[in-house]
């Protein structure tokens, strides 16, 4: 679960700290009233540095991030953007807002973005391309910037699911143009709901900006009302209050990593035992934040019969399959006509993820919950 482990006084003296020093849950303007208090420019210019990019913007929503970052880029009607058939629905959906046309690619034995079939989907139509950093693994960075930099198209990186994992010395989010973080209830850290848009990029920077607040251009020399505006844009802005949340627990981002790469660790070597199992390929294994153990059995029989097992002895399993439906474009009936190609003919992506389990990995777990997940896979 990650930050929501660890929810306790300091997010709650952050949230009283803004009622007490002027209440104002608007991240901009009233200047007289707010005693100082800017939590969300706070939270930015934290997470901008905590990542090690330039610019940092927070939205209220990480599907509202990956919309942003869209409009940022300039992807409108008639751009195709290429990402992946594993992924979270709303990666998707934030494609078929901008007006776009979701190609959806296979991934290979990351669970991420399969290099080679991206490239095979691209066309002259083809703008963007958003890999997904699936549940804490990065994807292949290095394959898919370089085929990018050949077909001059732009990477918007879903980092929702993996913020502080990192590929090759990089944070995961800051390698592409654009990148973008959760901060949901179950992310690695969390505001509630609340999302983030970092970039080196000034002009994307900026375009963002506007376009998460009404195209307002945020001049400072006019009061908000006077303020100038060239693009058109909607609300996706964060509130005060998530931001004081979002500070509390980026400061908790390093431990949650930590602790999720040591209980991983200690499962994956426990499970071992098990001879029949292969695990998920993780592209840079230091970079990756724990977020879950995967691995392949033999075929869906077989995982099939593993998630009842461990059903039975009260263990969970993350997303596979417990939630596959939300995260496998080969099962989204409700918006086939949307993307492309008819998310059935990904059997590539279908049958890896048939016979995957993923066990998720919690910061607080004990020995004995630990021993009792390897005992039940093992036995
Ligand atoms: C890969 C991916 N992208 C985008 C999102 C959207 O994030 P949010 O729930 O904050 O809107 C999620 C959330 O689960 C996700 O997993």
Redesign the pocket.
């Known amino acids: 679960m990650g930050g929501s482990e660890l929810i306790g006084k300091e997010e709650g003296n952050a949230l009283v700290e803004v009622i007490e020093r002027g209440g104002v849950f608007f991240r901009y303007g009233f200047d007289e009233k707010r005693h100082g208090v800017y939590k969300v420019a706070e939270f930015e210019k934290e997470f901008a540095q905590y990542m090690g990019a330039k610019y940092a913007l927070a939205t209220c ?4 991030a ?1 919309r942003v970052a869209l409009a940022a880029l300039g992807i409108g009607q008639r751009d195709e953007v290429i990402t992946q058939a594993f ?2 629905v ?2 998707v959906e934030a494609i078929i807002e901008s007006g776009a046309t979701p190609v959806i690619a296979e991934v290979d034995k990351s669970l991420n973005l399969d290099p080679e079939d991206f490239r095979a989907r691209i066309t002259n139509r083809t703008k963007a391309v958003i890999p ?1 950093h ?1 549940l804490g693994v990065p994807a292949r960075m290095d394959e898919i910037m370089k085929i990018t930099r050949d077909h001059s198209i732009a990477v918007l990186e ?1 980092s ?2 993996a913020c502080g994992s990192g590929y090759k010395g990089e944070k995961t989010g800051t390698i592409g143009a654009i990148g ?1 973080y ?3 209830y ?2 690695t850290i969390t505001t509630g ?3 983030m848009v970092v970039t080196n990029d000034e002009d994307l920077y900026k375009r963002a900006s506007y376009f998460h607040d009404h195209g307002h251009e945020h001049r400072t020399d006019v009061p908000r009302g006077k303020d100038s505006h060239t693009y058109t844009g909607f609300n996706y802005r964060m509130n005060e209050l998530q931001g004081a949340l979002g500070i509390v627990q980026l400061g908790r981002l390093d431990y949650v990593l930590s602790q999720q790469r040591k209980n991983k660790k200690q499962i994956k070597d426990g499970i071992l035992a098990r001879g029949d199992i292969e695990f998920r390929d993780l592209p840079d294994e230091e970079g990756d934040g724990g977020d879950t153990l995967i691995f392949f059995l033999e075929n869906n029989e077989k995982s099939g019969e593993l998630e009842k097992a461990l059903t039975e002895k009260g263990i969970g399993t993350k997303i596979l399959p417990s939630a596959l439906d939300w995260h496998y474009a080969g099962r989204w009936h409700h918006m086939k006509e949307r993307i492309t190609p008819d998310g059935e003919t990904l059997v590539k992506t279908g049958e890896l993820l048939d016979r995957a389990i993923a066990i998720p990995i919690s910061v607080k777990m004990s020995q004995e919950e630990i021993q009792k997940i390897i005992d039940a896979i093992v036995s």
Request: hydrophobic share 35%; net charge negative.
């Open positions: 929503s990480g599907s509202a990956v992924t979270f709303a990666t997904v699936m879903d929702c699911q973008c959760s901060f949901d179950v992310k709901e609340g999302g």
